[in-house]
């Protein structure tokens, strides 16, 4: 299936007082370009934020942004000495002060040295893993845009490729009839020209012969209508295909447009001209949807 390399996906993950959010932007590039956007406390992961999406996409530019949450108090411990020690202090100033000792717990709490931070190294750990759970949903929900854009691209690359086979064809149909008004226009120009010439006369047959089949051979594009309509079987191929096509089908673009360039230069005719000029145009469209193919 093909996919765009448009694309956005986010998610959250929870856990341990914390919530980390991972949201993923992804646009058209030549290759595959990560960029993260971490706290300070998780630039450590960079590499393996680059590596998740390396494994997973393989064009496009692409922007992680990371933000980490944590609840207030989260991943702290109460110093009971700490606590003892206050709790202590204020019972004997409000005595010394003739008044009764009102506090609770959460005035406690509040006073400098009672709550102070737990493991950090285990806290750390619990961060990482709340990212990297946060990052892996965020790039499935990345893919799926990403596939669901490639399937309305996979439909429009196979329209385009349609047309251009049908006007292939009508420049198929035009050929034999624009060997024979050549072979007639150059009949009437050598008639023309020895009508005031006494004594002259047409080329023998065979001679005439010979120019209309070199005539008819520089006209000849039966050869690039035969590789055009190869290069549409690969395009089908490869839209049908399930794996990332975009440079392949960039390169089958650029070889339309060659054979389209080489039959407009040998079709010395209006009519030819104008399917010819259809015929690019069609392929310029198809090129600006295969820029959007991972």
Known sequence: ??????????????????????EIRSVNHRHLQVKSRLPQSLTHLEPQIEAAVRAKLSRGSVTVGVDLERERGAGARIDERALRAWCVEIQRATRAAGLEAEFGLETVLGLPGVLVAGDGDARARADE???LAALGAALESLDTMRAREGRAL???LKKHGQAIRGVAKR?????????QEQHAALRRRLADLLEGAPGARLPKEADLARELALLADKTDVAEELTRLASHLAQLDALVASGTPAGRPLDFLVQELFREANTIGSKCNDAQAAHLVVELKTLVERLREQVQNVE
């Open 1 to 22: 299936m093909l996919r765009s390399m448009t694309g956005f996906g986010a998610a959250a993950a929870k856990g341990s007082g914390a919530e980390a959010r991972v």
């Open 129 to 131: 893993r709340l990212v």
């Open 154 to 156: 996979a439909a429009d």
């Open 171 to 179: 420049l198929e149909k035009r050929l034999p009839k624009l060997v």
